[in-house]
């Protein structure tokens, strides 16, 4: 299953955005109201929406050049949330987040409309970033 989320304006330049998405504890600002718990590590956190299992991520060592790269930690499904950033100029840049998981067709009817909300959210989150 593979959700991408929209590719979203940031007023922040691509490294700093880069940066900023690196520091684990920052995906807390962005996480929806939906989410009930978040803890941040040094290489990764965990977050919880209400009605579901806390989710583990990590980083994964495999990233992209532009890229800050996630995958699950321990859960029932594996995947990878990636966020990939591009410079539009000096002080600006865009970053889309996709999700791919292997999951079978009764978990991905379950999850499918929360983790695409997810998934907005977080860009919607990250294109108010400044």
């Known amino acids: ?6 590719e979203v304006a940031v007023a922040k330049p691509a490294d700093e955005l880069l940066a900023y998405m690196g520091q684990f504890s920052n995906f807390e600002s962005l996480m929806p109201e939906e989410v009930v718990q978040f803890e941040a590590y040094e290489d990764g956190f965990t977050f919880g929406l209400k009605g579901f299992p806390a989710v ?3 980083r994964a060592d495999d990233a992209a050049p532009g890229t800050i790269a996630l ?10 949330l990636v966020c990939t950033v591009q410079p539009t100029d000096e002080t600006h ?11 079978n067709p009764m978990l991905r009817m379950m999850v499918e409309k929360p983790l695409t909300h997810l998934i907005q959210r977080l860009s919607e989150a990250m294109g108010q970033l400044r």
């Open 1 to 6: 299953m593979n959700i991408t989320g929209p």
């Open 56 to 58: 583990k991520l990590m």
């Open 93 to 103: 840049s865009t970053a889309q987040l996709v999700f791919d998981g292997d999951l």
């Open 71 to 80: 995958k699950s930690r321990g859960g029932m499904i594996d995947f990878r």
